[in-house]
């Protein structure tokens, strides 16, 4: 591991006048549909020299992110990547508005995105609890998995060295996580990161099962930490964490059940990296890489979204948060940029503890 | 009845008046007051704040019954439990249990874990309530994981001498995943007298043996191997 005297290369950067070069790690949490608002975020990123990538640790919806954005960089660069990105999240779009969610005239005219007037979303909510994928759908169809190949060059992913790539998944059997790494990536990898267990079969590989991430990690962070040369990591959140006030209805409460159990892992690993944090800034931890911790995020805007939007794949919905998250980047890139390197700029302790 | 009620229905709907006999059984058998004063012992009751989603470690002098509650409130089941204008539901979702106090607030460096939520089952859940029974499994284990996976890493640090402060945890575990995996999910909620007194051999049994077999390496050496167990 390498220890970076940052604030003295900042001030170099500063007094030489010269362009400033900021590498980050990014760790891309999974929400479905709200993933547009990543796309948005990494499109804003990517349209800014100064900001590259080093690795990126991504979890369902962060996942297909991450692979999309490692593949366009290795085809074509900057430009490339925000292409991959808009055409996986139109074929999604596309995709969707062919298949039983699309929303319905009275959801699209509904301010929170939700799904509750769509007739197959109704169907498939209320029939997920009596009927499972494997009863709904024994031959395993995933029209998802052609869309995956059909944008994305896998064999490109694995062979690539622009990024490091570390995608999630929980082994069902065991309860662990499993980290997937950028040589091992394939369609069936990024599908395991992003099995809802009530809707897809879990994914077999190599003799074991995988459902969706974010039950153990959304995302890892520990594998930027040992496996990456910079120190800074730049978290994408959109699992709402905060919710103010009580849910009272069953679908309310199962859904804050869902945010809690999809953001537990996060916070403990958050907790652990604030105590080693603590031990090395007092000269206590020998050899220990300082993390630098950076957010993006819109908590205040997606929390107020139906739980059911994160299956909305209208255009409207996701070029709505794309522009959300184009909006949130630069927000970022003013206020915090130059503390890349330098320090974190997320209070570990108020947001975790 | 009650298990595809909670899907349409919802405790703040058909238990207004938020009547929970547990409260009546908790004040009969504990006296909190004494708990409170005492402090024979140091306790740490884990919940889960509802707006935050963090985990709320609850000590010994503050604990009535009001706090047990909170760390076992099964939110569709369960209206949330308010405690200082802070709502609060099962410690599972964050933590089960927690074990940094134990590290941080007690001079023992052995901590005897008693994991009763399978974390392994070794067979794929086909059907959809096999399916969610699972996800609430892992979702109850992901904390302790985490967790676990720092005690292991700050262990390896301190043994090769690059940490300059923290204690060598030694972990052990009493448990019976073999035979509670093999309970329906719904069994959590079956109290029937035979059914407790059935564990409660299996517990006595497990820990009998628990103790031949390692009560001479308390105080020496972690008896499960975290690496394994745990990555």
Redesign the interface.
């Known amino acids: 591991m390498t220890s970076v005297d940052s604030p003295a290369a900042a001030t170099d950067a500063a007094t030489a006048k010269i362009p400033v070069r900021k590498v980050v790690n990014l760790a891309l949490q999974g929400g479905g549909s709200h993933g547009a608002f990543t796309w948005g975020v990494l499109d804003r990123l990517l349209e800014d020299e100064r900001v590259s990538f080093e690795g990126i640790s991504g979890t369902s919806a962060g996942a297909i992110n991450a692979v999309a954005l490692a593949d366009g960089l290795a085809a074509g660069g900057r430009e490339e990547a925000r292409e991959t990105l808009r055409r996986y999240w139109r074929k999604i779009s596309d995709a969707a508005s062919r298949g039983i969610f699309s929303p319905s005239a009275l959801d699209r005219a509904n301010p929170d995105y939700g799904l509750e007037h769509s007739p197959g979303y109704l169907m498939m909510e209320s029939l997920?609890?009596?009927?499972?994928p494997?009863?709904m759908n024994p031959l395993n169809y995933n029209p998802f998995k052609e869309l995956l190949e059909e944008v994305i060059d896998f064999e490109r992913v694995r062979r690539q060295q622009v990024v490091k790539l570390f995608i999630s998944a929980?082994n069902?059997?065991?309860?662990?996580?499993k980290i997937f790494e950028g040589k091992d990536i394939a369609a069936e990898h990024v599908l395991a990161s992003a099995c809802l267990?009530?809707m897809m079969h879990?994914v077999k590989i190599d003799g074991h099962?995988y459902?969706d991430g974010s039950?153990?990690s959304n995302p890892a962070i520990f594998p930027l930490l040992f496996n990456c040369d910079s120190p800074d990591v730049v978290m994408i959140h959109i699992t709402p964490?905060?919710?103010?006030?009580?849910?009272?209805?069953?679908p309310a409460?199962?859904n804050?059940?869902q945010?809690?159990?999809f953001?537990?892992?996060l916070?403990?690993?958050m907790?652990?990296i604030a105590?080693?944090t603590t031990?090395i800034d007092?000269?206590?931890?020998?050899?220990?890489k300082r993390a630098f911790m950076h957010l993006i995020e819109a908590e205040d805007l997606i929390r107020t979204l139906s739980w059911s939007s994160r299956l909305n794949g209208d255009w409207a919905f996701l070029t709505y948060l794309h522009k959300l998250g184009r909006e949130r980047a630069e927000q970022w890139l003013n206020a915090n940029l130059d503390q890349v390197g330098v320090k974190s700029t997320v209070d570990l302790y108020a947001k975790?503890? | 009845m009650m298990d595809a009620l909670s899907y349409f229905t919802s405790p703040y709907l058909y238990n207004p008046l938020n009547y929970n006999p547990l409260r009546v059984v908790l004040e009969e058998v504990v006296e909190f007051e004494r708990l409170r004063r005492e402090g024979t012992i140091k306790l740490f009751l884990c919940a889960t704040d509802v707006r935050s989603g963090k985990v709320k470690v609850f000590k010994a002098d503050e604990i009535g019954a009001d706090h047990v509650l909170a760390s076992t409130c099964l939110p569709l089941l369960m209206q949330a439990v308010k405690i200082d204008d802070e709502l609060y539901w099962d410690g599972g979702f964050s933590g089960n249990p927690v074990v940094f106090p134990l590290v941080y607030e007690c001079k023992t460096r052995d901590i005897v874990m008693v994991h009763l939520t399978p974390a392994e089952r070794p067979e794929i859940p086909f059907t959809s309530h096999a399916i969610m029974n699972r996800m609430q499994e892992i979702g109850f284990n992901a904390a302790l994981i985490r967790e676990m996976r720092a005690v292991a890493f700050i262990n390896k640090r301190l043994e090769e001498g690059k940490l300059a402060e923290g204690k060598q945890m030694l972990i052990h575990v009493i448990e019976a995943e073999d035979i509670i995996r093999e309970f329906p999910g719904s069994s959590r909620l079956n109290n029937g007298w035979d059914f407790l007194c059935h564990l409660f051999d299996v517990g006595r049994e497990r820990a009998g043996e628990w103790i031949d077999a390692n009560f001479d390496r308390l105080g020496i050496e972690s008896t499960v191997d975290l690496e394994e167990k745990y990555f």
């Open positions: 997920s609890y009596f009927a499972s494997y009863q929980t069902v059997e065991t309860a662990k996580l267990p009530l879990a099962y459902w039950f153990t964490a905060d919710r103010p006030g009580v849910p009272t209805t069953s409460i199962m804050r059940m945010e809690i159990s953001n537990a892992s916070i403990r690993e907790r652990t105590y080693l031990l007092a000269g206590k931890a020998d050899g220990a975790y503890f």
